[in-house]
């Protein structure tokens, strides 16, 4: 495990930025795994940038974490959506090479099958996470056992609170999701979980120096061998000083830690 330090989130986005060019200049046909939420807007905006001063994503694939259940791809709250404002739209990536869970999707077991096969057809070079404030990645919620493959979830109170701040109708807010499963993402052969703010100290922490347990389920990513942690000054905050890490932690000022 890795962990890299920087003193705000836009440069540790253009630290991920540079480690997303790196793959897509490097290999024939890279494929990214993609998460949506506030935490990976500003890579986003990077990657436009980088687009329009030369970087090509005519050859790359993108499969997404997680949608919403019952949201049509065109719904401003859908995940598609985001994704095609934020990043898509954006860049010269064929939309048949872009990939997010079908939420309309009348047989939802059918399509937890599809999104599977497809999985094992594009095996993930590189993929993207946030955490939430409860330790989820992708939509996978702490609960006692957890899902290893693409399933359907129903969402926490936590969760949906988190969320609702991007509905303007919060009680119409979609209370399951299809996700990634947690073997599934685990099998990306490079991670990078990317938090930001105090706000998420607490389960940075946790995730990183906690038991791995179905309570927190981004501590699982400790049994991964190739997982970096890219975090801002506050989300840091909690963790014992770098000597102690034996890892490397760029651009952070020495009083960040005490």
């Known amino acids: 495990m890795k962990i890299r330090v920087f003193p705000t ?23 990214l795994g993609l998460a949506t939420g506030a935490t990976p807007v500003l890579l986003y905006r990077q990657l436009v940038a980088f687009h329009r001063q030369g970087l090509s994503f005519a050859h790359v694939t ?3 974490l997680d949608e919403y259940v019952g949201l049509a791809p065109d719904h401003p709250q859908s995940y598609r959506r985001f994704m095609e404002e934020h990043l898509f739209r954006h860049v010269d990536i064929p939309p048949t090479q872009t990939h997010v869970p079908n939420g309309m999707a009348a047989d939802l077991a059918a399509e937890c099958a599809r999104y599977d096969a497809l999985l094992a057809a594009h095996p993930i070079d590189l993929q993207i996470l946030g955490i939430g404030h409860n330790g989820h990645i992708g939509f996978n919620e702490p609960e006692g056992a957890l899902k290893t493959r693409t399933h359907v979830v129903t969402l926490t109170a936590e969760t949906l609170r988190a969320n609702a701040r991007y509905f303007p109708d919060p009680g119409a807010m979609p209370r399951q999701a299809i996700t990634m499963g947690l073997e599934s993402i685990l099998q990306a052969k490079a991670i990078i979980l990317m938090a930001f703010g105090a706000d998420k100290a607490q389960i940075v922490q946790a995730a990183l120096s906690g038991e ?5 389920p981004a501590s699982f990513l400790q049994m991964h061998p190739n997982v970096t942690f890219v975090l801002d000054a506050g989300a840091c905050q909690l963790l ?19």
């Open 9 to 31: 989130a836009e440069l540790a986005t253009v630290y991920v930025a540079a480690l997303v060019e790196s793959l897509i200049t490097r290999e024939p046909h890279p494929v």
């Open 62 to 64: 993108t499969i997404n």
């Open 240 to 258: 014992t000083p770098p000597e102690h890490w034996g890892v490397s932690f760029p651009l952070l000022e020495q009083g960040q830690f005490t």
């Open 212 to 216: 791995v347990s179905t309570a927190v």
